[in-house]
């Protein structure tokens, strides 16, 4: 069974560069390359931010990174902004034709 | 503008049937791939079942095999989910979602489903 591991919270002060990391387990999650990143401000919708490890749709800021290294990847914001405090939720094909969400950071600008 | 309107949540008791659908608008619905990702009070994001553009393929998590059914009308530009057998651990904002690729890129704004005595 495949499982995304996430931290519960991170923390950054406006100007600063945060990362939140997202660690791949189990048998199935393939070669981990379709991986996306959603942030959800409280109350609202999920939106993507980045998709395919690494791709940001139109509208995205470039503050927004995301890399992967073996079975960790990882959403890299820099710049931080007050707008930027939200849940982050990373996301990945299992490659058992079922996706994965992993449980979630909650990224607060201090 | 792509649109994702749920609709058909509520208040139901444990054991008992509820069906959500999404009215889709603003794209052309049929060759999406579609989903149902869940979120319960407080907690993080769920992926319940996809449906690909003809019905020919359909996926859910282990969580709701069994008694929930994906289903879609593309004539009607419409998703639904049947779900049956509801337990607390169902109770959610229940979203419908378009698959583009690889990840969601559309989401409507959700339903609360609250399963109750």
Redesign the interface.
């Known amino acids: 069974q495949s499982a995304l591991t996430q931290p519960a919270s991170v923390s950054g002060s406006p100007g600063q560069s945060i990362t939140i990391s997202c660690t791949a387990s189990g048998t199935d999650v393939g070669d981990y390359k379709?991986v996306?990143w959603?942030q959800?401000h409280v109350g609202k919708?999920?939106?993507?931010i980045i998709?395919?490890v690494n791709q940001r749709?139109s509208g995205t800021s470039a503050r927004f990174s995301g890399s992967k290294s073996g079975n960790v990847a990882s959403l890299t914001i820099s710049g931080l902004r007050a707008e930027d405090e939200a849940?982050y939720?990373c996301?990945s094909?299992t490659g058992s034709?079922?996706?994965?969400?992993?449980?979630?950071t909650k990224l607060t600008v201090l | 503008e792509v649109q994702l309107e749920e609709s058909g949540g509520g208040l139901v008791k444990p054991g008992g049937s509820l069906r959500l659908s999404c009215a889709a608008s603003g794209f052309t619905f049929a060759p999406y791939v579609m989903n149902w990702v869940r979120q319960a009070p407080g907690k993080g994001l769920e992926w319940v079942s996809s449906i690909t553009s003809s019905s020919s393929f359909i996926y859910y998590a282990d969580s709701v095999k069994g008694r929930f059914t994906i289903s879609r009308d593309n004539a009607r530009n419409s998703l639904s989910l049947q779900m049956n057998n509801l337990t607390a651990a169902d109770t959610a904002v229940y979203y419908c979602a378009r698959h583009l690729r690889a990840y969601f890129d559309n989401w409507g704004r959700g339903v609360l489903v609250t399963v109750s005595s």
Request: proline fraction near 9%.
């Open positions: 379709f996306s959603y959800q919708v999920p939106k993507v998709y395919d749709p849940d939720y996301s094909y034709s079922t996706w994965v969400f992993g449980g979630g």
